[in-house]
């Protein structure tokens, strides 16, 4: 952001004057000389401003206090290395001081330069120095130096820029020459000014997603995690960790992930883990290092401003650039923003705010701040270099700018909030960035004193330990309150905002592609949509909704989450399983397959049977079978019914058969289609189609069958007349033997009833081909 207020004049100091002017002087001697024949000046001074190759790395990987001021020691140490292939003799680390620097710009130009220090060594600091006799090439060497801070001449109040050198012999040249240097800034304000910037910093807690939808099937449904990683960030030393103690610490605002909580939650309850390679889950065992972080970070925001994302922390531009394209997909960022404050109180026992969305890396658009604030939110977390100044100002404007429609925009500012993105484990590079940080901030104040501003600070989601370390000391540095003083978001949200700073939300092409290219595919919202239906088509028929809405609620969440960014694989493969197995979950209500019934008669009931293999009970539930052939096969107690519907409700581990009245009224095949519905009629899982054989007694048959019952009574008549004509004579009526005589056995044998053609009633599954009950 260029600024008018990097060319407002900052002067010199008397004792930098006076330093400048006899360095001018001095340079002036050898040209003085020659006009005059004067002899030359002695080559031991011609050589202490001399410069030579840039043989030797100077590391400075300490200085502290990093903010001093009046009485203050200044302590630097570090390393020096010579890089290059000859030994440096008679070197000495020393300090120079440079220029003032006027301005945020001239801080930044100052830090991407690598020529020549344009700085003095004060004849002063000639004794503050360490000395090394010989430094070998490819050998390092630490120091440190402690310079009292009066030594420096640092009279006016603003940005120095300080340079810690090696100086030096080669055996290339035998004078003394500068081989290597660090340039730092030291911020200078030895009393406090008379408006204080008003500086906020967040404080995010937030992590990637560890916890699937999958849960056990006891009482306490204890919850299956994808890995067990998060152990090591809660750990004592780990990310997490750090970030919790330390910022117990600091004037902070705490921004959270209600996601992050739960998960911590869930461990401290007991949980399992994934193992990939056996396809088991084995049982977690870092309960006690959750418990430890959560009472550590429910200490830490005790009494303090507590922020709370939508659950899950959602990918608000994926949602306003890809999702828009699938409708329902706001409805998700509803369901996430709802579920956060209950999560953060009951969690951690304070209220927090849901009033703010925070975009990735803090860039907007307008179709990303509608679909920001669609779910509630009033004020959007963005950064400077998205709503850049385009009017002038000679200053930083305050964060909040009015933005429309009641929002506000809360600008945070982009050289404060990215000043600890790069690589923080080396000494060398966290000791420069704290340095810049204050530098900027003091800049910034100095640019109006008289005019008092809110600086907010939002640094990345996740920062590494040694950024939150860096971060850490960067704001104990500015504990003294020389120049700025904290506040809270809510508070910089509502800060009176600056007429003059620009409101216009940039437009979509502005938006920036490398953001862009990482955003969530549409094709991941579809996916998220089909899963949220399949649930809310699932849940109506459990006597227990909430074991199976909660979890699935909550990963359908974190499908959305900001954390899948750059791991395009792994976030689909996260969104395939949790649609998979809520699939294989609602699979578990079905219907028993069966291809072929057989019915004779014309009346008989069809068993079908419906499983339940769920721990729960299902209900609201209906059973429907439709006949193809109503004219040759009714169902149901109507007249000529093609339809007919069964409540089905079952416990959970049982199968249930249902007996469906038919009625036949010809001969033939008839195709069956059974399907199970919701009570609001929608479809549960796939139709079962089955064929019903209808083998009708014929009324050609009944004549027959009739004939021969007539036959077998004539015949009965017969032999009784037989028989009482016989017992009159005394004769046996069949064959002429007397009574008492004895009867051959195959004549004696009756006809037995006709076994029946229709199975007894079972509860057992009906298998393929079987006959149907009457």
Same mark, same amino acid.
């Given at each position: 952001?260029?600024?008018?207020?990097?060319?407002?004049?900052?002067?010199?100091?008397?004792?930098?004057?006076?330093?400048?002017?006899?360095?001018?002087?001095?340079?002036?001697?050898?040209?003085?000389?020659?006009?005059?024949?004067?002899?030359?000046?002695?080559?031991?001074?011609?050589?202490?401003?001399?410069?030579?190759?840039?043989?030797?790395?100077?590391?400075?990987?300490?200085?502290?206090?990093?903010?001093?001021?009046?009485?203050?020691?200044?302590?630097?140490?570090?390393?020096?290395?010579?890089?290059?292939?000859?030994?440096?003799?008679?070197?000495?680390?020393?300090?120079?001081?440079?220029?003032?620097?006027?301005?945020?710009?001239?801080?930044?130009?100052?830090?991407?330069?690598?020529?020549?220090?344009?700085?003095?060594?004060?004849?002063?600091?000639?004794?503050?120095?360490?000395?090394?006799?010989?430094?070998?090439?490819?050998?390092?060497?630490?120091?440190?130096?402690?310079?009292? #801070?009066?030594?420096?001449?640092?009279?006016?109040?603003?940005?120095?820029?300080?340079?810690?050198?090696?100086?030096? =012999?080669?055996?290339?040249?035998?004078?003394?020459?500068?081989?290597?240097?660090?340039?730092?800034?030291?911020?200078?304000?030895?009393?406090? #000014?008379?408006? /204080?910037?008003?500086?906020?910093?967040?404080?995010?807690?937030?992590?990637?997603?560890?916890?699937?939808?999958?849960?056990?099937?006891?009482?306490?449904?204890?919850?299956?995690?994808?890995?067990?990683?998060?152990?090591?960030?809660?750990?004592?030393?780990?990310?997490?960790?750090?970030?919790?103690?330390?910022?117990?610490?600091?004037?902070?605002?705490?921004?959270?992930?209600?996601?992050?909580?739960?998960?911590?939650?869930?461990?401290? =309850?007991?949980?399992?883990?994934?193992?990939?390679?056996?396809?088991?889950?084995?049982?977690?065992?870092?309960?006690?290092?959750?418990?430890?972080?959560?009472?550590? #970070?429910?200490?830490?925001? /005790?009494?303090?401003?507590?922020?709370?994302?939508?659950?899950?922390?959602?990918?608000?531009?994926?949602?306003?650039?890809?999702? =828009?394209?699938?409708?329902?997909?706001?409805?998700?960022?509803?369901?996430?923003?709802?579920?956060?404050?209950?999560?953060?109180?009951?969690?951690? $026992?304070?209220?927090?705010?849901?009033?703010?969305?925070?975009?990735?890396?803090?860039?907007?658009?307008?179709?990303?701040?509608?679909?920001?604030?669609?779910?509630?939110?009033?004020?959007?977390?963005?950064?400077?270099?998205?709503?850049?100044?385009?009017?002038?100002?000679?200053?930083?404007?305050?964060?909040?700018?009015?933005?429309?429609?009641?929002?506000?925009?809360?600008?945070?500012?982009?050289?404060?909030?990215?000043?600890?993105?790069?690589?923080?484990?080396?000494?060398?590079?966290?000791?420069?960035?704290?340095?810049?940080?204050?530098?900027?901030?003091?800049?910034?104040?100095?640019?109006?004193?008289?005019?008092?501003?809110?600086? #907010?600070?939002?640094?990345?989601?996740?920062?590494?330990?040694?950024?939150?370390?860096?971060?850490?000391?960067?704001?104990?540095?500015?504990?003294?309150?020389?120049?700025?003083?904290?506040?809270?978001?809510?508070?910089?949200?509502?800060?009176?905002?600056?007429?003059?700073?620009?409101?216009?939300?940039?437009?979509?092409?502005?938006?920036?592609?490398?953001?862009?290219?990482?955003?969530?595919?549409?094709?991941?919202?579809?996916?998220?949509?089909?899963?949220? $239906?399949?649930?809310?088509?699932?849940?109506?028929?459990?006597?227990?909704?909430?074991?199976?809405?909660?979890?699935?609620?909550?990963?359908?969440?974190?499908?959305?989450?900001?954390?899948?960014?750059?791991?395009?694989?792994?976030?689909?493969?996260?969104?395939?399983?949790?649609?998979?197995?809520?699939?294989?979950?609602?699979?578990?209500?079905?219907?028993?397959?069966?291809?072929?019934?057989?019915?004779?008669?014309?009346?008989?009931?069809?068993?079908?049977?419906?499983?339940?293999?769920?721990?729960?009970?299902?209900? $609201?539930?209906?059973?429907?079978? $439709?006949?193809?052939?109503?004219?040759?096969?009714?169902?149901?107690?109507?007249?000529?019914?093609?339809?007919?519907?069964?409540?089905?409700?079952?416990?959970?581990?049982?199968?249930?058969?249902?007996?469906?009245?038919?009625?036949?009224?010809?001969?033939?095949?008839?195709?069956?289609?059974?399907?199970?519905?919701?009570?609001?009629?929608?479809?549960?899982?796939?139709?079962?189609?089955?064929?019903?054989?209808?083998?009708?007694?014929?009324?050609?048959?009944?004549?027959?069958?009739?004939?021969?019952?007539?036959?077998?009574?004539?015949?009965?008549? /017969?032999?009784?007349?037989?028989?009482?004509?016989?017992?009159?004579?005394?004769?046996?009526?069949?064959?002429?033997?007397?009574?008492?005589?004895?009867?051959?056995?195959?004549?004696?044998?009756?006809?037995?009833?006709?076994?029946?053609?229709?199975?007894?009633?079972?509860?057992?599954?009906?298998?393929?081909?079987?006959?149907?009950?009457?």
């Amino acid at each position: 952001m260029a600024e008018a207020a990097d060319i407002q004049g900052m002067n010199p100091s008397p004792a930098r004057r006076w330093a400048l002017r006899a360095a001018s002087l001095l340079l002036g001697v050898p040209l003085l000389a020659g006009m005059t024949q004067l002899p030359p000046a002695p080559a031991a001074y011609a050589a202490e401003d001399a410069s030579g190759p840039r043989t030797v790395d100077v590391a400075l990987n300490s200085l502290t206090p990093g903010a001093p001021a009046k009485g203050d020691t200044l302590t630097l140490s570090g390393t020096v290395t010579n890089k290059g292939r000859t030994p440096v003799t008679e070197a000495r680390v020393g300090l120079r001081v440079g220029a003032r620097l006027t301005g945020r710009t001239q801080l930044d130009t100052a830090a991407e330069r690598t020529g020549y220090f344009e700085g003095t060594e004060l004849e002063q600091l000639k004794t503050y120095v360490v000395k090394i006799p010989q430094l070998l090439p490819g050998i390092s060497t630490d120091f440190s130096l402690a310079v009292p #801070v009066d030594k420096l001449d640092l009279d006016d109040p603003g940005v120095y820029q300080l340079g810690v050198t090696l100086s030096g =012999k080669t055996k290339a040249s035998g004078i003394e020459q500068v081989l290597g240097v660090e340039r730092t800034f030291l911020p200078w304000q030895s009393s406090p #000014v008379k408006k /204080k910037t008003q500086l906020t910093y967040l404080w995010p807690l937030i992590s990637t997603t560890r916890l699937s939808a999958e849960t056990g099937s006891d009482e306490q449904q204890t919850p299956v995690f994808e890995n067990d990683d998060l152990a090591k960030e809660l750990a004592p030393g780990g990310r997490l960790e750090q970030l919790v103690s330390l910022g117990d610490e600091l004037p902070v605002t705490w921004v959270v992930d209600p996601d992050l909580l739960a998960t911590v939650e869930a461990m401290v =309850k007991g949980y399992t883990v994934k193992d990939r390679a056996t396809g088991t889950k084995v049982p977690g065992k870092n309960q006690a290092v959750a418990k430890n972080w959560l009472n550590s #970070v429910e200490k830490a925001v /005790k009494d303090q401003k507590v922020v709370s994302l939508p659950f899950a922390d959602p990918d608000l531009a994926s949602l306003a650039h890809r999702g =828009k394209k699938v409708p329902g997909s706001l409805n998700q960022l509803q369901r996430a923003t709802e579920a956060a404050p209950g999560t953060v109180e009951s969690i951690l $026992h304070v209220k927090p705010s849901t009033d703010f969305a925070w975009p990735v890396n803090g860039a907007i658009d307008p179709a990303i701040v509608n679909a920001a604030t669609s779910a509630g939110a009033h004020n959007v977390i963005a950064r400077s270099d998205s709503l850049a100044e385009i009017g002038g100002l000679p200053y930083t404007p305050t964060a909040a700018r009015p933005i429309g429609a009641g929002r506000t925009a809360v600008v945070a500012d982009a050289r404060l909030s990215t000043a600890f993105q790069g690589d923080m484990s080396k000494a060398e590079n966290s000791t420069l960035a704290v340095q810049q940080f204050l530098a900027h901030t003091l800049a910034l104040t100095l640019q109006d004193e008289d005019k008092q501003r809110s600086i #907010v600070v939002a640094p990345q989601r996740m920062p590494s330990v040694t950024q939150v370390q860096s971060m850490a000391t960067a704001l104990r540095a500015l504990a003294a309150g020389r120049w700025t003083q904290p506040i809270d978001l809510e508070a910089a949200a509502k800060a009176k905002p600056d007429p003059r700073a620009t409101t216009q939300v940039p437009g979509g092409s502005a938006y920036p592609d490398k953001l862009r290219d990482q955003e969530l595919p549409t094709s991941a919202f579809e996916t998220i949509k089909a899963t949220q $239906h399949t649930l809310d088509q699932f849940k109506v028929v459990l006597t227990r909704p909430e074991r199976v809405v909660a979890p699935f609620g909550n990963a359908i969440n974190r499908e959305m989450s900001t954390s899948w960014r750059g791991k395009e694989t792994a976030a689909g493969t996260y969104r395939e399983e949790v649609q998979g197995y809520l699939v294989n979950l609602t699979d578990e209500v079905n219907l028993i397959e069966k291809s072929t019934a057989t019915l004779s008669g014309r009346s008989a009931t069809i068993p079908v049977t419906v499983q339940n293999k769920l721990v729960q009970d299902v209900h $609201h539930l209906v059973l429907r079978l $439709h006949s193809t052939m109503p004219t040759r096969l009714k169902l149901g107690e109507g007249e000529g019914a093609a339809d007919t519907n069964v409540p089905i409700k079952i416990r959970g581990g049982h199968s249930q058969s249902v007996k469906i009245p038919t009625t036949a009224n010809a001969n033939g095949k008839v195709l069956v289609t059974a399907q199970l519905f919701t009570e609001d009629n929608t479809p549960y899982g796939p139709p079962m189609h089955f064929t019903v054989r209808i083998n009708e007694v014929t009324p050609t048959i009944m004549l027959v069958i009739a004939g021969g019952v007539l036959l077998l009574v004539l015949a009965g008549i /017969k032999m009784y007349s037989q028989r009482k004509r016989a017992a009159a004579r005394g004769e046996d009526p069949d064959d002429g033997t007397p009574d008492g005589g004895t009867p051959d056995d195959e004549d004696s044998e009756q006809p037995s009833d006709p076994t029946p053609d229709t199975g007894p009633e079972s509860g057992e599954p009906s298998g393929p081909g079987e006959k149907v009950d009457r």
